[in-house]
C-alpha cells in the first residue's frame, strides 16, 4: 500500500491557468507539508499543517493555498499558473505536529510544467 | 536561521569504493539531522536519522553516519559502492526550537555516480 500518495504525477498547463495537486496519506498521521523542489533539486518547504494550525512559509506567494478536507488528506491549489512556478512538488507526512523527531514520509512527487 | 551545507553537488565513485558524502549544519544548538535519498523520478526515502543517543547512526541498504558535534558535522558513509547506489542524497536538519520547529531544511544534495 503506498503510504503516501500524489495525483497527478505529471501536470502540464498555460500560464494563468489555476490548478490543484492532491495529497493523501494512509499512515494515521497528524501533520502534513508541501515542498516545492526546483531545478536545482533544491528542496524548501511552502506549508506544515494539521488541523489546527498552518504554517506557511513567507516567500510562498499568496497564489498559493493548501486545503484539507479531512485529516488523510491536503490539496495544493494554485492560482494564476507563472512561468517559475514549474518545479516538482512533493507532499510530506508525520506523526505529530512540530516534532522533531518523528520521521517525515513523501510521495513520489508531481512534476508541475507551466508553458 | 539554520542551514545544511552539502559540500560537492556531484560525487563519483567506482563500485567497491568507499562512499563519503558530507554534510554540515550550521547551529549553536545541535539539530536532529537526517539523510534522504531521492532515487530518479521517485519520492524521497529516510535512509537514516539521528536525534539523540549513540552518535553512529546506521541505516537502510549499508549506509551510516556519524554526528560530530565539534565539526557540526553529519558525513554519511557506505564502505562498498554498488551501481544501485546512484541517485541523489539530500542531507537535512530538523530545528529543536522556534517557528520551524518540525520543518525539516534540506541541503541542496549531492548526486552520487558509481561506476562500473
Known amino acids: 500500500d503506498t503510504a503516501v500518495s500524489q495525483t497527478p504525477k505529471y501536470l502540464v498547463t498555460q500560464m494563468g491557468n489555476d490548478k490543484s495537486i492532491k495529497c493523501e496519506q494512509n499512515l494515521g498521521h497528524d501533520t502534513m507539508y508541501w515542498y516545492k523542489q526546483d531545478s536545482k533539486k533544491f528542496l524548501k518547504i511552502m506549508f506544515s499543517?494539521?488541523?489546527?494550525?498552518?504554517?506557511i512559509n513567507e516567500t510562498v506567494p499568496n497564489r498559493f493555498s493548501p486545503k484539507s478536507p479531512d485529516k488523510a488528506h491536503l490539496n495544493l491549489h494554485i492560482n494564476s499558473l507563472e512561468l517559475g512556478d514549474s518545479a516538482v512538488y512533493f507532499c510530506?507526512?508525520?506523526?505529530?505536529?512540530?516534532?522533531?523527531?518523528?520521521?517525515?514520509?513523501f510521495g513520489p512527487g508531481t512534476r508541475l510544467t507551466v508553458l | 536561521a539554520q542551514s545544511v551545507t552539502q559540500l560537492g553537488s556531484h560525487v563519483s565513485v567506482s563500485e567497491g569504493a568507499l562512499v563519503l558524502l558530507r554534510c554540515n549544519y550550521s547551529?549553536?544548538?545541535?539539530?536532529?539531522l537526517f539523510w534522504y535519498v531521492q532515487y530518479p523520478n521517485q519520492g524521497l526515502q529516510l535512509l537514516l536519522k539521528y536525534t539523540t543517543g549513540a552518535t553512529l547512526v546506521k541505516g537502510i541498504n549499508g549506509f551510516e553516519a556519524e554526528f560530530k558535534k565539534s565539526e557540526t558535522s553529519f558525513h554519511l558513509t557506505k564502505p562498498s559502492a554498488h551501481m544501485s547506489d546512484a541517485a541523489e542524497y539530500f542531507c537535512?536538519?530538523?530545528?529543536?526550537?522556534?517557528?520551524?520547529?518540525?520543518?525539516?531544511?534540506f541541503g541542496k544534495g549531492t548526486k552520487l555516480s558509481v561506476k562500473p
Open positions: 499543517y494539521n488541523n489546527k494550525e498552518l504554517i
Open positions: 510530506a507526512s508525520s506523526q505529530r505536529y512540530q516534532s522533531a523527531t518523528d520521521t517525515q514520509y
Open positions: 537535512a536538519v530538523r530545528p529543536l526550537y522556534g517557528g520551524s520547529q518540525g520543518n525539516l531544511i
Open positions: 547551529s549553536s544548538v545541535p539539530p536532529y
